[in-house]
């Protein structure tokens, strides 16, 4: 999505947070249980044991691949006690004379021990991580439908050749797990398609009569009768929040926030085995 | 444009293709620069798309009915109308999934005169399009391909050594002059520019490579780089890969035509070997034809 994101955690969760502070473009969140992520895991701040500070997602991801590797070298030798150690630090870097903070990464390996630290910005103060929450909870408004998509694959594959054909896609969710997708410009039309999909939180059944009009028609009625929601976005952010298929979520649902505020897009990742 | 094109109820031509990713290759051929409209026009034999430029060049894309698994064709006359080529190829590569054959639908006109296509293949998944047509307002320039003499003056390389020698006569550029001799049977491709490159083709030692070969008299003739370029800079990846010819013929007064052939088959149906246009149907095959005027200070032996 982008180099840097915000970290925010709190006593029950780890937030990786990306452009929640700008009003534009797309925002990103991917939260986790302390659970899902940490056998022992341990905070205290003077702001309600809440920290947050802007990481470099590519040096985080970097330590975190490393302290892996390590970490499945163990395994194979039959020890898996030592496991990934992450701290909030600050030291003083050669030739500084203030210190700084770092994410330690620490791995004990079975005949060494690797430390790494990752740069990260000074902890945001009390009102930018107020702004961060309450940005964090806004992004978190479940949208009232939520439609499931079976197959992002074959999505992704259509919206990244949609891009050739417009800039602007109008995205209209029905309560009766229709989704539609559509470009106009004074050329050319293009939309495509998804029905009877399965459908989270408010439902509808589709009118019989309207089962053989065109997807613009049955499209049309369904938004006037309040049937479906629609928004604009960029055909380009829309492809790019796509690319999150390739993390091999176990689901992806779509849904339009109250009053038409954003796209939704939630892909739910399944802790292996738990499903 | 035909009476019954005011008849949404009986459109002049509704056809169904199962491979798309064929037509968009077949499309993508002739499109050499960005911004081109192009002419398509309809008839019982088939679609016939033309590009041109400036009155020197001109492609046209013969698909014909029996590249389509239905072909329903109810005009009088034959209806033309102009589309913007890049904007229908891509339109069209939506349609296309890759690993996954897709059935779509083209019907002509729509209420507003609109190109439709859809998919059909799936009641749950449907995509749709609607291009805007619009009177064709070039004037067709008069190629008028004729043979020079009774005999042809012609040959068939393969597709991918043309691509390359085209592409590696780029450094000298401007205009290159295509010369075809009996005696050694061969045909040379000459650049005169920043420097000068020769590439000759020579048919006897290679066969491989110069398939077919047909000339009884010195003849040769100057073309502009660019034009010669067009011909072959969208080539698509199939053609390469099955390995095919192209054959260029040099007509009355020097004019050029090159002609080349792109799979429109089920991909599902194809050998995975297929070494030549032989092993597949020859109704599923789209014909690409080029047509380049010469320049005018050519010099001719004759």
């Known amino acids: 999505m982008g180099k840097v994101c915000h970290l925010f955690l709190t006593r029950e969760k780890a937030y990786f947070l990306h452009n929640l502070l700008s009003g534009e473009g797309i925002q990103c969140v991917a939260q986790f249980h302390k659970e899902t992520l940490f056998d022992d895991y341990r905070i205290s701040s003077q702001n309600e044991d809440c920290i947050a500070f802007a990481i470099d997602i590519s040096l985080l991801q970097r330590a975190v691949r490393s302290g892996v590797s390590i970490c499945s070298e163990i395994g194979a030798a039959g020890s898996a006690a030592n496991r990934l150690q992450i701290k909030l630090v600050k030291k003083l870097p050669p030739n500084c004379t203030q210190a700084m903070p770092f994410l330690t990464f620490e791995t004990k390996g079975y005949k060494s021990a690797v430390i790494q630290d990752v740069p990260i910005s000074k902890p945001l103060s009390r009102a930018q991580g107020l702004e961060l929450q309450t940005a964090l909870d806004m992004a978190q408004d479940i949208p009232p439908t939520l439609v499931q998509v079976p197959d992002l694959n074959q999505l992704q594959n259509f919206v990244h050749r949609m891009k050739h054909v417009g800039d602007l896609l109008k995205v209209s969710i029905y309560k009766y797990g229709d989704l539609h997708l559509q470009i106009s410009t004074t050329l050319i039309t293009l939309g495509a398609e998804f029905r009877k999909l399965l459908v989270i939180g408010e439902k509808a059944v589709a009118p019989s009569e309207d089962r053989n009009l065109s997807a613009q028609t049955r499209s049309e009625r369904a938004i006037s009768r309040g049937d479906a929601q629609s928004v604009q976005v960029s055909v380009k952010h829309f492809s790019k929040s796509l690319q999150c298929h390739l993390a091999k979520p176990d689901c992806a649902f779509f849904g339009i926030a109250p009053q038409g505020a954003c796209l939704t897009v939630i892909f739910q990742f399944f802790i292996p085995g738990t499903r | 444009m035909s009476s019954s094109a005011i008849d949404a109820e009986s459109p002049d031509l509704v056809c169904q293709l199962d491979n798309v990713q064929g037509l968009v290759d077949a499309l993508s051929a002739v499109r050499w620069k960005r911004h081109q409209d192009a002419v398509i026009e309809l008839s019982e034999h088939g679609i016939i798309l033309i590009v041109e ?20 064709y109810s005009a009088q006359g034959r209806p033309r109308f102009g589309v913007s080529l890049g904007l229908f190829a891509d339109c069209l590569n939506t349609f296309s999934a890759p690993g996954h054959s897709s059935l779509i639908e083209i019907r002509y006109p729509g209420p507003d005169m609109q190109l439709l296509v859809k998919s059909v293949d799936s009641p749950d998944a449907c995509i749709y399009a609607e291009v805007r ?20 003056l012609t040959f068939t390389v393969k597709s991918a050594a043309l691509k390359e020698a085209i592409d590696d006569l780029e450094w000298p550029g401007s ?10 049977p061969s045909v040379s491709f000459k650049g005169e520019g920043h420097g000068d490159l020769q590439i000759d083709f020579m048919y006897y030692v290679n066969t491989d490579l110069l398939i077919a070969f047909h000339c009884d008299r010195e003849v040769s003739y100057r073309y502009k780089y660019k034009f010669l370029r067009a011909t072959t800079s969208n080539l698509p990846g199939c053609v390469i890969k099955d390995n095919r010819g192209s054959k260029l013929i040099i007509g009355r007064g020097g004019m050029l035509k090159v002609q080349h052939l792109v799979s429109v088959a089920r991909t599902s149906n194809q050998h995975p070997h297929t070494d030549s246009a032989g092993y597949q149907q020859p109704s599923r095959i789209a014909y690409i034809e080029f047509f380049v005027k010469p320049e005018e200070d050519e010099d001719t032996i004759n």
């Open chain 2, 133 to 152: 047509t619009r009177i064709p307002d070039m004037i067709s320039w008069d190629y008028n391909f004729e043979p020079a003499g009774s005999t042809p």
């Open chain 2, 53 to 72: 430029e400036t009155g020197c060049l001109q492609a046209k894309v013969y698909l014909q009915r029996e590249l389509f698994v239905r072909y329903e």
């Open chain 2, 175 to 184: 205009s290159i002059q295509i010369k075809l001799q009996p005696v050694p």
